[in-house]
């Protein structure tokens, strides 16, 4: 007689599944401006640019510094493949572009990456790096394929509309771009629970072993470098169709920096963090851009100080604290949290007024000596603005550093408590 056994049903997944389904239709009906909905879009393809580098850094332990290549060369694709279709040389819908600029990235990530991961380590982020400026280099020397310094624009409003759908408002891009974001995201979910998945985890914790076991590491990591290499296309072919330009910028040293910072500070340990990654990476690189010139700077220091304080990034500090209050005693550290928090907030102002006078004396000293800083005005030149920005940034610093490190001594506890309550619960 044959038994079958059913797993019972996993809610929490269908539920946190269905609450980002619902997140990605409903955005554009809360945040209705032409900007609201042109982020939305910027953030949907951040969000797969990022999660498709992860399966390098997070899940496989590889530092790339040129995973743009993957994602730019697939837009160049995308944006060639939209022009055929406008001339009517090429009968796909608009709507398959991007899996154009997927199997783009597949073909190139297949073609370098088996000269990429022959090594690991350092040797393997130095080899991308050389990658990325070969291909930088040559997008501004075969100007047939890659348009120059003016790049490749095209047109999305391209071949037969299917249902009413042009994609000429931004709104039905979003759409476009929402649909191939949950999909991709639903894809590259699944691709760590497979056993390559699996084994690639391993590949980047004990390689040794891996060996020992009889796998070969370096087809692991290969199988995984195109893998996120046909998801950066994907990204890179969304972008094409938003943007309706792709230019030299796509393949740049800059772009691949991006992608490595706001995935380090998503938090490449978590899968959720890249997604937390993407969506900064609008944020900063659009309103923050906009409110100071400053702003690079700023990310900078952020990062900086993610490294030392919180090198697992955004994502491991949620965990950390869902971890902590799961066990109830999350209550106890809001005071020291809100400390935190007022600290930083006032370490941030005082500095955040240094720099801004700093700039408007170097950038700006024709435009006067008033600089508007978060509606006050700054005296670039009075002795007392500056003294008052120092003494309010080195105040709050001080304390800052006293709550913060009473703050360790608590969590300390805490987490010490939490041990002792997991190994009693085990001997039951």
Not at 241 to 261: C, K, Q, W
Not at 274 to 303: D, R
Not at 308 to 326: D, E, K, Q, T, W
Not at 392 to 400: E, I, M, N, P, R
Request: charged letters at 10%; aromatic letters at 14%.
């Amino acid at each position: 007689m044959k038994y079958y056994q059913f797993k019972p049903l996993n809610v929490g997944r269908w539920v946190i599944w269905s609450l980002f389904a619902l997140v990605l239709l409903v955005s554009p009906k809360l945040f209705t401006s032409n900007l609201s909905v042109t982020m939305l879009s910027q953030m949907g393809i951040a969000i797969i640019a990022c999660l498709s580098y992860n399966i390098l850094l997070g899940q496989g332990g590889m530092l790339s510094f040129g995973h743009a290549v993957y994602s730019g060369l697939g837009s160049y694709m995308a944006i060639h493949a939209l022009n055929s279709v406008s001339a009517g040389d090429l009968a796909i819908p608009v709507s398959l572009i991007p899996i154009v600029g997927g199997l783009a990235g597949l073909f190139f990530s297949m073609l370098f990456g088996y000269v990429t991961t022959k090594k690991a380590g350092t040797t393997f982020a130095m080899i991308t790096l050389g990658m990325a400026e070969l291909v930088f280099a040559m997008s501004l020397m075969f100007s047939e394929f890659f348009g120059g310094e003016a790049g490749v624009s095209g047109d999305r409003v391209a071949g037969q509309p299917f249902m009413g759908i042009t994609y000429g408002p931004a709104v039905q891009v979003y759409y476009l771009i929402a649909v191939y974001t949950f999909v991709c995201v639903a894809l590259m979910y699944a691709f760590t629970r497979t056993p390559l998945g699996r084994i690639l985890n391993a590949v980047r914790d004990n390689p040794e072993r891996v060996e020992f076991i009889g796998y070969n590491t370096q087809m692991v990591r290969y199988l995984a470098f195109m893998i996120a290499g046909f998801f950066a296309g994907i990204a890179g072919g969304l972008a094409s169709i938003n943007f309706e330009i792709v230019t030299a910028e796509v393949v740049g040293p800059v772009r691949s920096g991006g992608y490595l910072l706001f995935t380090f500070l998503g938090g490449a340990t978590f899968f959720f963090g890249p997604i937390i990654g993407g969506v900064l990476m609008v944020l900063a690189s659009v309103l923050l851009s906009e409110l100071t010139k400053a702003w690079l700077l700023y990310l900078g220091l952020v990062f900086l100080f993610m490294v030392m304080y919180a090198p697992g990034g955004i994502a491991s500090l949620i965990m950390m604290n869902l971890r902590v209050a799961s066990f109830g005693r999350l209550r106890e550290v809001w005071v020291s949290y809100l400390v935190l928090g007022v600290g930083a907030v006032l370490v941030l102002l005082g500095a955040g007024s240094m720099i801004e006078m700093i700039y408007h004396l170097k950038l700006d000293a024709a435009m006067g000596d008033t600089v508007k800083y978060l509606g006050m005005e700054l005296h670039v030149r009075s002795a007392g603005t500056w003294f008052g920005a120092l003494f309010a940034t080195l105040t709050s610093l001080g304390v800052f550093e006293l709550a913060r490190r009473q703050f360790r001594a608590q969590w300390s506890a805490i987490q010490a408590d939490i041990e002792k309550e997991i190994k009693r619960r085990e001997t039951e």
